[in-house]
């Protein structure tokens, strides 16, 4: 079998009077993140991590973020877009590995909800998914408090 590993980073910044949205989950917060889409940033890491490993470029060659199309759209809806093109291409997620990076909010009882919709908005099992969080312990702009960012690996199988 052949084994690809994609990585993915994604950021972006804090913004009043939005929706925050990570791995698909609303949170409960004060601020959103900005974005073209729901700036969901572990999604789209997700994303990029899935289309490097299959070498298909990126998030913003496949949803350009001029085109109005995806203005707000669910990053979920992009997932499944994006690995239906990585499945098409012959490959298939063996598993991923997503860490957000900021200071707040914290997420560890809504982790494993967000595994869940992600690998399920992949059509994979739960446990191929995993969502974890770390601080910058005050440094850069997540550290403090301005957006957040996130980090994912993905490994791909091709018969």
């Known amino acids: 079998m052949e084994l690809r590993v994609g990585i993915g980073v994604d950021g972006h910044a804090f913004e009043d009077g939005i929706p925050l949205v990570l791995g698909g989950v609303a949170i409960d917060y004060p601020k959103g993140l900005t974005g073209h889409s729901d700036g969901d940033v572990v999604t789209h890491a997700l994303i990029d991590a899935l289309l490097g490993a299959a070498s298909l470029g990126d998030i913003g060659s496949l949803f350009p973020s001029g085109d109005e199309h995806y203005r707000g759209a669910s990053s979920l809806d992009l997932l499944w877009e994006a690995y239906r093109e990585v499945r098409d291409a012959g490959f298939?997620?063996?598993n991923a590995d997503c860490v957000l990076v900021g200071e707040e909010p914290r997420i560890g009882d809504v982790r494993e909800e967000m595994?869940?919709?992600l690998a399920a908005a992949l059509g994979?099992?739960?446990g191929r998914v995993t969502v974890r969080a770390t601080?910058?312990?005050g440094l850069g702009f997540t550290?403090?408090?301005e957006g957040l960012a996130a980090h994912a690996v993905a490994l791909l199988g091709r018969a």
């Open 92 to 94: 298939e997620l063996v």
């Open 115 to 117: 595994g869940e919709r």
């Open 124 to 126: 994979v099992e739960a």
């Open 135 to 137: 601080t910058m312990d």
């Open 143 to 145: 550290g403090r408090g």
